[in-house]
Structures are given as C-alpha cells and as structure tokens.
C-alpha cells in the first residue's frame, strides 16, 4: 500500500468509500444525495491528508479489552466491560484513542463523556496487562469552518495555512482517580438497568446548558433514536 502515489491512494479510497457507502445504504435503508457523497468523500481525504504520516507509519490499530470480577459500588452486583478501542504505537510506547465526528469544540465541552470513555479502557488494559503511555486523546474527524471556507473559495494558500493550524486531537487526563469515578458511574448504570430504572432526566436536565451555549437537548436529545417516545423530550421540545 504505502507504494502506491497521492493519486492512487486516492482514487483507492474513492473505491472503499463506495464499498462502504453502498453497505451502509443497503444496511441501514438510508441514502444521501450526490453533493453530501461529495463532501463526506472531502472530509476523508482531508483526514487522509492530516494523518497520513501515522497512518502509513503503522502506528495505527485497534484492540479488543475487557475486564471482569467488577462490582457496582452501592449494591454489590457483579458486571464486565468489553470493547474495542484504537489504538497508536511510537517508541514501543501505546497510547489509546477515541474517534469520533465531533469538533473539537463539541469534545471539549463534552471532556467528562471521554475521560470516562477512555478512563474505562484506560482500566481494562491495565487488567489485561497492556503496557501502555498512559495517555490518551480523542481525535475529531469533524471539518473546521476555515477548511471548508477556503475550501468553498478555491483559496489555496489559506487552505494550507488552515489545515497547518487544524489541531484534531483533544488529549484526555488518564489517572487512577479518574478511572475509579468512571467505574464508579458505569456501575451505577448497571444497578439502574439490573433495577429496571429507564426513566428519562427530568426537564431541567435537558435544559443544562453546555460551554458553547447549546442545551443538552439540542446536543444529546435530537440525536437520540427514542425521542420521539420520551417524554422528557416531549414535554420540553413540544414535538
Ligand atoms: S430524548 Fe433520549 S437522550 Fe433525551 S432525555 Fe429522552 S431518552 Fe434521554
């Protein structure tokens, strides 16, 4: 692979991405017109582009972990975790990461979500006596507005100056407390299902306003597959 030029790697790419785009349409019974294709294929090149020295680097990989003989901390009740994370290799040394279509402003203002998320695998791969850097990050896959505006305006000379300053990777703090606080909230999700507890949050909850002024509605709710049966959501959006 790492052989073949620019122009081949990505006209490779044009090819998985049909692949997958056809998959994803047949799977899931939804499709997206010609100019979405077109940019969705862009934000892939683009992330071809930013990452390809890691990515041809062979640093790039995932990892299956989990880890058992867990016991959530107000009733007792014995659970696992499992899942799959990436993974980066430099040095010898492994670092895991999230990927995720969010910007990096959306990860920033969700921290909590990732440090959990990561503090979880962070925890399994100890268990599984993975030797890792103990560091982590998230890394956003999402366009910055000044890439897309040069892009749009043809402006070339701002396009490099703006994929130059494109920061995607948000690190995350690792540590034992923070992992500890992780395994602590999981294990009270498991005591909420083991109780049969599905109650949505109250309003006041989807009223919780984020760093960038949005409401907990408009950033978790709207992209929720039950909305439309919640009545949280019912009830505070009217819809
Ligand atoms: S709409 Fe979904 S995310 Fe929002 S409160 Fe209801 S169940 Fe939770």
């Known amino acids: 692979m790492n052989k073949m030029n620019d122009a081949e790697f990505e006209n490779k790419l044009r090819e998985f991405f049909e692949a ?54 107000n009733q007792n009740i014995p659970f696992a975790l499992e899942g799959e994370i990436n993974t980066s ?36 791969a100890e268990k599984m006596s993975l030797e890792t850097s103990g560091k982590a990050f998230a890394l956003s896959t999402s366009i910055p507005k000044d890439i897309r505006y040069a892009i749009k305006t043809g402006d070339t000379e701002s396009l490099q100056e703006a994929l130059q300053n494109w920061n995607p990777l948000v690190p995350i703090e690792c540590s034992k407390d923070a992992q500890e606080a992780a395994l602590s909230k999981i294990g009270e999700v498991v005591e909420k299902i083991h109780n049969c507890e599905f109650d949505p949050p109250p309003i006041s909850e989807l009223k919780k306003k984020y760093k960038d002024g949005k409401s907990f509605c408009s950033h978790v709710c709207e992209n929720c597959d039950i909305r439309k049966s919640c009545e949280s959501y019912i009830t505070y959006s009217g819809k």
């Open 20 to 73: 997958n785009y056809e998959y994803l349409k047949e799977t899931s019974g939804h499709s997206i017109n010609q100019a979405m294709k077109e940019q969705a294929l862009e934000q892939v090149f683009l992330y071809w582009k930013k990452h390809k020295d890691m990515i041809l680097g062979g640093e790039i990989s995932s990892v299956k972990l989990s880890a058992g003989n867990l016991r959530t901390p």
């Open 89 to 124: 290799e430099k040095d010898g040394q492994i670092t895991l990461f999230d990927i995720t279509t969010k910007s990096r402003e959306q990860i920033e203002n969700d921290i909590d979500f990732y440090q959990d998320e990561l503090n979880l695998f962070a925890y399994e």
